[in-house]
């Protein structure tokens, strides 16, 4: 499929088109961006480390973003982390904790409105 061509016919609308296709990196850029990443991370540059996760799909870096944002307490930033890591095991308790505090924000605003 000729994926450049794709969306020409958008160009004019100035639409924003979410894809899920990773950009091509090829291993050693990808390599050489994750310990750039690493060291960012580890430097204590969480957000510059981020976006290189990001553009590199690397799992185990966001993983790590995600339990950064978690020990900040930054649930839904977390959670994008681990689902985009995926990192199954991390993301399933999260959903559930985030369901837990809307499921009482719900009864409480419920409560109010029964005074």
């Known amino acids: 499929?000729?994926?450049?061509?794709?969306?020409?016919?958008?160009?004019?609308?100035?639409?924003?088109?979410?894809?899920?296709?990773?950009?091509?990196?090829?291993?050693?850029?990808k390599a050489a961006l994750n310990r750039k990443g690493n060291i960012l991370f580890n430097s204590g540059d969480i957000e510059g480390a981020r976006r290189i996760f990001l553009t590199t799909g690397y799992s185990d870096g966001l993983s790590r973003v995600g339990d950064y944002y978690k020990s900040q307490n930054r649930l839904v930033e977390a959670l994008q982390m681990y689902w985009l890591a995926p990192a199954r095991i991390k993301y399933e308790p999260l959903i559930l904790q985030l369901a837990g505090i809307v499921q009482s924000l719900i009864h409480?605003?419920?409560?109010l409105a029964d005074e």
């Open 1 to 29: 499929m000729d994926y450049k061509n794709l969306f020409d016919k958008f160009e004019k609308d100035s639409v924003f088109i979410k894809t899920t296709m990773p950009p091509g990196v090829d291993s050693s850029r």
């Open 108 to 111: 409480e605003k419920g409560d």
